[in-house]
């Protein structure tokens, strides 16, 4: 077993692929144990699938949690059980009536920002201990809690086709979303705002953690590079993990004190230079302190000395101007 392996790789998952199943696959490419995803994608969808390997592997609370971009293909005319091109009708609304483009436009802006979703039934969310899809499977269907998701972006890309036999109407989008968003049923909901039944008919991630689908790559690929002895050239340093966070520069001093595992207080952090090695200047000193914590509006932070990163923060839960340290990796 190899277990010397530190970093980040930018997979490409191919569509009939679970994210587990990459991850095993990669297991017995690498020789190495020390391997997990970066957020799950439904076998059907394709795209960047992010990879810790390693020491990495610690970070992917944070690669999980980071929002994600993705591209597909809306179709309104119908639903299924899935909520996706996989599963049975459940319902046709032909659309007798071409929707106009400022129709479409108008309506997925109003997606645009904090919004309520509930979550669909074949899912892996747990409710009562059990897998949503696991009561779907039994032709069960149960109350789901809506959950709070952010939609950064959500707009059209291609112009809309209407096929007047068959009643549909697909369009190509974009969306920038958080974490726990469910882009088959933002597809189902953009859908129903507009008066009819619809589906995502196709999905592909193409960025996430800072990592882009033009530099995705295959398994089979993958495995050709490892073999060859030169899998260091694909992989991305631990840093990538956190891309999604502030980053926050430390002073020696704070260096210091992070690496130990030392609370930081706002208060500290603004009056540091003024008590900080007289050895430094303050000028320097200050060109380091690029954030103030108090301006931070997110609950974590990732701190860096000298690009490297060397420990997550986040805000006390129940001390106000106290942040601690959330993950040491120094």
């Given amino acids: 077993m190899n277990e010397n392996l530190n970093g980040i790789l930018n997979v490409y998952k191919e569509a009939g692929w679970t994210s587990f199943d990459v991850v095993a696959k990669l297991r017995c490419i690498l020789k190495t144990k020390k391997i997990g995803h970066g957020g799950t994608l439904d076998p ?9 390997v390693g020491k990495s ?75 949503l899809y696991e009561y779907a499977r039994a032709g069960q269907t149960i109350e789901r809690p809506a959950r709070e998701i952010t939609i950064k972006s959500f707009v059209r890309t291609s112009p809309i086709d209407w096929n007047k036999e068959e009643g549909l109407v697909t369009f190509s989008f974009k969306v920038e979303c958080s974490k726990g968003t469910y882009v088959r049923t933002l597809a189902v909901d953009l859908a129903d705002s507009l008066g009819y039944a619809g589906h995502m008919s196709k999905l592909q991630r193409t960025a996430s953690n800072g990592l882009l689908i033009k530099d995705a790559i295959k398994l089979s690929k993958i495995e050709e590079i490892q073999e060859s002895g030169k899998l260091s050239t694909i992989l991305y340093p631990a840093e990538y993990a956190v891309s999604d966070l502030p980053r926050v520069n430390l002073t020696t001093v704070q260096f210091d004190m992070a690496r130990v595992g030392k ?27 690029l954030t103030d914590l108090s301006l931070l509006t997110t609950e974590k932070f990732a701190a860096f000395y000298n690009d490297k990163l060397v420990a997550v923060y986040m805000k006390h839960p129940e001390k106000e101007g106290i942040w601690k340290p959330n993950k040491v990796l120094v």
């Fill in 263 to 289: 609370k930081f207080a706002q208060s500290d952090w603004t009056n540091e230079v003024e008590t900080a090695d007289s050895s430094v200047n303050k000028t320097k000193q200050q060109e380091y302190l």
């Fill in 44 to 52: 059907s969808v394709t795209g960047v699938l992010p990879i810790a």
């Fill in 57 to 131: 592997t610690r970070l992917l609370e944070y690669m999980e949690a980071a929002g994600k971009i993705y591209e597909g293909q809306v179709t309104i005319g119908f639903s299924t059980e899935t909520e996706d091109a996989d599963g049975a009708i459940v319902n046709q609304t032909p659309v007798k009536n071409n929707l106009t483009e400022s129709e479409i436009d108008s309506a997925m802006s109003r997606f645009v920002g904090k919004i309520k979703q509930i979550p669909p039934m074949y899912s892996a969310v747990k409710i009562n201990g059990k897998k």
